[in-house]
């Protein structure tokens, strides 16, 4: 089954404690973002990434790290989290980049206290 | 930049009515493609439909339809005879040419449909 994959679904962590949430995708798309979703806000793009090794800022990078080693892996780093990052946090991934449907994750939820 | 506005926030319907919900976007790229989806009380993003900007058709799928107006930069969505299980919040979204596959999302519109 095509699917995108995140872990943990939900997570509790004190703030300064690096955490990474994991993503992967076995439908061997090139294209792979992180979006955070905020009440009143919608969806925002943190990173995204267009190939192995290759990453670029979206429009809320701020405290966040991504690495791309592997085409089907994409994990989201927060190296010292702090409440304001407290959010539902989303992976997805696309064949076409700009024209494709994004295929989303299932979410992630962090909660940093 | 881009920018979609959803200025419906949240919307009340009695089950079997129609309801729509507007999305208005803003954009300077020529080519750009416009989505819905869906998010159900169980938090999942659910693909609705893709649009490219030279396509103003407008399109039908059983109780959904979508009217795309470049004149008015729309991209509006209809729900005929809505069901219960429509309830969930649903997000219009941009993506232009370049952007590395970026989304910019609308805030969301929360339909209720109550029996």
């Known amino acids: 089954e095509a699917q995108v994959t995140q872990n943990p679904r939900y997570l509790i962590t004190v703030t300064g404690k690096k955490l990474t949430v994991t993503c992967s995708q076995n439908m061997n798309h090139e294209y792979m973002s992180w979006y955070r979703q905020d009440p009143g806000l919608g969806l925002r793009q943190i990173y995204y990434?267009?190939?192995?090794?290759?990453?670029d800022k979206g429009d809320v990078p701020e405290g966040y790290k991504v690495s791309r080693k592997e085409k089907r892996n994409f994990p989201l780093i927060l190296e010292s989290p702090s409440p304001n990052q407290t959010s539902l946090y989303f992976c997805?991934?696309?064949?076409?980049?700009?024209?494709?449907?994004?295929?989303f994750g299932q979410g992630t939820r962090l909660t940093v206290v | 930049a881009q920018k979609v506005t959803q200025a419906q926030t949240e919307i009340s319907v009695v089950e079997k009515e129609d309801v729509t919900l507007d999305c208005v976007y803003e954009t300077r790229d020529t080519t750009y493609y416009l989505f819905w989806y869906k998010q159900p009380p169980s938090g999942e993003l659910v693909f609705l439909i893709r649009?490219?900007?030279?396509?103003?058709q407008n399109e039908i799928s059983g109780r959904y339809s979508w009217n795309f107006q470049k004149s008015t930069s729309s991209f509006n969505f209809t729900i005929t005879a809505s069901q219960v299980v429509d309830s969930a919040v649903y997000f219009c979204?941009?993506?232009?040419?370049?952007?590395?596959?970026?989304?910019?999302f609308g805030t969301g519109t929360q339909l209720k449909v109550e029996l």
């Open positions: 990434s267009m190939n192995v090794e290759v990453t």
């Open positions: 649009r490219n900007s030279f396509d103003e």
């Open positions: 979204a941009l993506s232009a040419t370049g952007g590395g596959n970026k989304l910019t």
């Open positions: 997805a991934s696309s064949l076409y980049g700009d024209s494709g449907e994004a295929f």
